[in-house]
T-cell receptor
Framework: QKEVEQDPGPLSVPEGAIVSLNCTYS??????FMWYRQYSRKGPELLMY????GNKEDGRFTAQVDKSSKYISLFIRDSQPSDSATYLC????????????FGKGTRLSVIA | GAVVSQHPSRVICKSGTSVKIECRSL??????MFWYRQFPKKSLMLMAT?????????EQGVEKDKFLINHASLTLSTLTVTSAHPEDSSFYIC????????????FGPGTRLTVL
């Protein structure tokens, strides 16, 4: 079993839809969780950062962490064509110099 | 804040030559920098972790003599692909972490290397 599982998609939704992106993980020690957005031929951009369980909201984006289920989600409300990108989840067990463990990324297309 | 730059953004070179890629943290001091490689439509593959002033830690399967990493200052790390071959063609991305920012990691825009 891979440490982090993420459905690669592609996921295609109409403009205005609510998008749900998810990752599952196997390492119960993970406690730092991030979501990155990557446009084609660009570096990943940090969208959301959460520590331990709970929800975090930032504009149209909501990140959820359920450590008991080892499941994290990113919700995008009122999706826009400009949200079309690959979304990567990432996580780590400790702060400091520990490398992040990334999911494979989900390709999202928002159709106008 | 938290801007990371890479140079060059794109490079084409002949087989056998060496290519240097620079990664700079523009508005913070990066105690740790990471180098990744990404193939088309694939996820990031961590190549190595470098801490300022010390030797880089390479991931299994990554040749340290082929991918030379130098992290000489808190704002600059370089990756040199030595004796490049066509199979080294890829998208190389660096990221940087500031010491006080827990696990937030900020990525550069990437460098596309094409070896002919």
């Amino acid at each position: 079993q891979k440490e982090v599982e993420q459905d690669p998609g592609p996921l295609s939704v109409p403009e205005g839809a609510i998008v749900s992106l998810n990752c599952t993980y196997s390492n119960s020690a993970f406690q730092y969780f991030m979501w990155y957005r990557q446009y084609s031929r660009k570096g990943p951009e940090l969208l959301m950062y959460t520590y331990s369980s709970g929800n975090k909201e930032d504009g149209r984006f909501t990140a959820q962490v359920d450590k008991s289920s080892k499941y994290i989600s990113l919700f995008i409300r009122d999706s826009q064509p400009s949200d079309s990108a690959t979304y990567l989840c990432a996580m780590s067990a400790r702060s400091g110099n520990t490398p992040l463990v990334f999911g494979k990324g989900t390709r999202l297309s928002v159709i106008a | 804040g938290a801007v990371v730059s890479q140079h060059p953004s794109r490079v084409i070179c002949k087989s056998g030559t060496s290519v240097k890629i620079e990664c700079r943290s523009l508005d913070f001091q990066a105690t740790t920098m990471f180098w990744y490689r990404q193939f088309p439509k694939k996820s990031l593959m961590l190549m190595a972790t470098s801490n300022e002033g010390s030797k880089a830690t390479y991931e299994q399967g990554v040749e340290k003599d082929k991918f030379l990493i130098n992290h000489a200052s808190l704002t600059l790390s370089t990756l040199t692909v030595t004796s490049a071959h066509p199979e080294d063609s890829s998208f190389y991305i660096c990221s940087a972490r500031e010491g006080g920012r827990l696990n937030e990691q900020f990525f550069g825009p990437g460098t596309r290397l094409t070896v002919l």
